[in-house]
């Protein structure tokens, strides 16, 4: 079925309400219509979406979709259900490997990661994507799985793809062969990169680092990790990355690898997380200090403006937050959330009153008591936000709430 947005459904409505009569109007018109519109109108055909399996044992539709667009750029997104077979998808991948000209996005989401590999290797296999500029693969991040994707693989498939912009590929087993990489592809139109699920025992830091640095438009980066790494030694390449503006790193303490390794001085938003989403527990101890990383973004990346901490419980008490807090160290930090940190009112106590910070937002912080609250409020000024949430150890009275309401905006949530 092809998929129709509203403007669509009103057309079609509205010429079967001009060309019916007062009686019912009938399910033939409607087809009629319906028929006529879609075959004046090709772009009706460019979002093809395979996620049923009489999708994959039948051709019949995806040859429609692919007629019918004609020469138009088409989108195409694969839902591999779980009743599919892995030697069922060779059919409508043999179909699609001669339209890659075509390609305007191609996403997969599939229950294990041998069917991306599977995609990668009968469509994507040395095929140019002239018009690509969003690629996702996405795989369940406890997914078992019997191959390995290497990032040799990786960069042959969609070859050359000048325009892509979005890159998003399951880390589980991202690795590097032995023999190293000796080309890496071009992207000069890429700015969002994400590596999701990265298993950080034996990450392959160099070959990551060499793959950022081909990158220099790169504006986003996400870096999902779990376990811990054993890597203990930095290389001393450093990637210069003078577009990056976000990052977002999993798993921080061994997430920090990549960190140590990117210059990024335009970088203005990093969220580090050392929550284990799909285990449901903390991380634990890191095997990279946090405060080095903070200590190395207070170096390389002095125009930060936003700063998240989640689950860094780990942190030594008061250096690190004297790092974030003391006006120099980020001199243009201006909004700092934490959540599931261990910041004390020590902490708060010492935050300097000359710092560019305008908003701090606590959730689930139980080391935090309250009693440096409202002395921090007095050092801020009218427009400063203050928000408090699940902070289930917070001995605050009302007479104090108040009277922090009334020096800055203060908001507290159960």
């Given at each position: 079925?092809?998929?129709?947005?509203?403007?669509?459904?009103?057309?079609?409505?509205?010429?079967?309400?001009?060309?019916?009569?007062?009686?019912?109007?009938?399910?033939?018109?409607?087809?009629?219509?319906?028929?006529?519109?879609?075959?004046?109108?090709?772009?009706?055909?460019?979002?093809?979406?395979?996620?049923?399996?009489?999708?994959?044992?039948?051709?019949?539709?995806?040859?429609?979709?692919?007629?019918?667009?004609?020469?138009?750029?088409?989108?195409?997104?694969?839902?591999?259900?779980?009743?599919?077979?892995?030697?069922?998808?060779?059919?409508?991948?043999?179909?699609?490997?001669?339209?890659?000209?075509?390609?305007?996005?191609?996403?997969?989401?599939?229950?294990?990661?041998?069917?991306?590999?599977?995609?990668?290797?009968?469509?994507?296999?040395?095929q140019?994507a002239?018009?690509?500029?969003?690629?996702?693969?996405?795989?369940?991040?406890?997914?078992?799985?019997?191959?390995?994707l290497?990032?040799?693989?990786?960069?042959?498939?969609?070859t050359?793809?000048?325009?892509?912009?979005?890159?998003?590929?399951?880390?589980?087993?991202?690795?590097?062969?032995?023999?190293?990489?000796?080309?890496?592809?071009?992207?000069?139109?890429?700015t969002?990169?994400v590596?999701?699920?990265?298993?950080?025992?034996?990450?392959?830091?160099?070959?990551?680092?060499?793959?950022?640095?081909?990158?220099?438009?790169?504006?986003?980066?996400?870096?999902?990790g779990?376990?811990e790494?054993?890597?203990?030694?930095?290389?001393?390449?450093?990637?210069?990355?003078?577009?990056?503006?976000?990052?977002?790193?999993?798993?921080?303490?061994?997430?920090?690898?990549?960190?140590?390794?990117?210059?990024?001085?335009?970088?203005?938003?990093?969220?580090?997380?050392?929550?284990?989403?799909?285990?449901?527990?903390?991380?634990?101890?890191?095997?990279?200090?946090?405060?080095?990383?903070?200590?190395?973004?207070?170096?390389?990346?002095?125009?930060?403006?936003?700063?998240?901490?989640?689950?860094?419980?780990?942190?030594?008490?008061?250096?690190?937050?004297?790092?974030?807090?003391?006006?120099i160290?980020?001199?243009?930090?201006?909004?700092?959330?934490?959540?599931?940190?261990?910041?004390?009112?020590?902490?708060?106590?010492?935050?300097?009153?000359?710092?560019?910070?305008r908003?701090?937002?606590?959730?689930?912080?139980?080391?935090?008591?309250?009693?440096?609250?409202?002395?921090?409020?007095?050092?801020?000024?009218?427009?400063?936000?203050?928000?408090?949430?699940?902070?289930?150890?917070?001995?605050?009275?009302?007479?104090?709430?108040?009277?922090?309401?009334e020096?800055?905006?203060?908001?507290?949530?159960?």
């Amino acid at each position: 079925m092809v998929h129709l947005n509203l403007d669509v459904l009103s057309e079609i409505f509205a010429a079967v309400v001009h060309t019916g009569s007062s009686s019912l109007l009938t399910l033939r018109l409607v087809n009629n219509v319906w028929y006529e519109i879609t075959e004046r109108n090709p772009r009706l055909w460019t979002r093809l979406l395979l996620n049923r399996k009489f999708h994959f044992t039948n051709l019949k539709y995806t040859q429609l979709h692919l007629q019918k667009s004609r020469s138009f750029p088409i989108d195409i997104h694969i839902a591999v259900p779980n009743d599919v077979a892995l030697s069922e998808i060779r059919g409508v991948s043999n179909l699609l490997r001669n339209h890659t000209s075509r390609f305007r996005s191609f996403k997969v989401d599939a229950p294990i990661r041998d069917y991306v590999d599977g995609f990668l290797f009968l469509i994507a296999r040395r095929q140019p994507a002239p018009l690509l500029e969003s690629l996702e693969l996405r795989v369940p991040q406890l997914a078992y799985t019997i191959t390995v994707l290497t990032l040799e693989f990786l960069f042959t498939s969609f070859t050359p793809a000048p325009r892509l912009a979005r890159l998003e590929i399951p880390g589980l087993s991202l690795v590097l062969s032995g023999v190293g990489i000796k080309y890496y592809p071009k992207y000069p139109n890429m700015t969002s990169l994400v590596i999701d699920g990265m298993s950080l025992d034996y990450v392959p830091i160099q070959g990551i680092i060499s793959f950022l640095s081909s990158i220099p438009s790169l504006q986003h980066f996400v870096y999902k990790g779990h376990g811990e790494s054993r890597t203990t030694v930095r290389d001393p390449y450093i990637a210069y990355m003078p577009n990056l503006r976000s990052v977002d790193v999993t798993a921080p303490g061994a997430g920090g690898n990549v960190l140590y390794h990117i210059d990024a001085p335009a970088l203005t938003d990093v969220r580090l997380d050392g929550f284990h989403n799909w285990h449901g527990v903390p991380e634990g101890n890191p095997s990279e200090s946090l405060r080095d990383i903070i200590l190395l973004l207070s170096v390389h990346s002095r125009n930060l403006r936003r700063l998240t901490l989640e689950y860094t419980a780990y942190l030594e008490i008061p250096c690190d937050f004297e790092i974030i807090f003391d006006g120099i160290s980020f001199p243009h930090l201006e909004e700092v959330y934490l959540n599931a940190t261990d910041i004390t009112d020590r902490a708060l106590r010492n935050a300097k009153s000359h710092s560019s910070l305008r908003k701090l937002e606590l959730l689930n912080c139980i080391m935090l008591r309250g009693s440096s609250l409202l002395e921090f409020a007095q050092r801020r000024d009218r427009d400063f936000h203050l928000s408090l949430r699940g902070c289930r150890k917070l001995k605050i009275t009302q007479q104090d709430m108040d009277t922090i309401s009334e020096l800055i905006k203060f908001k507290k949530l159960h």
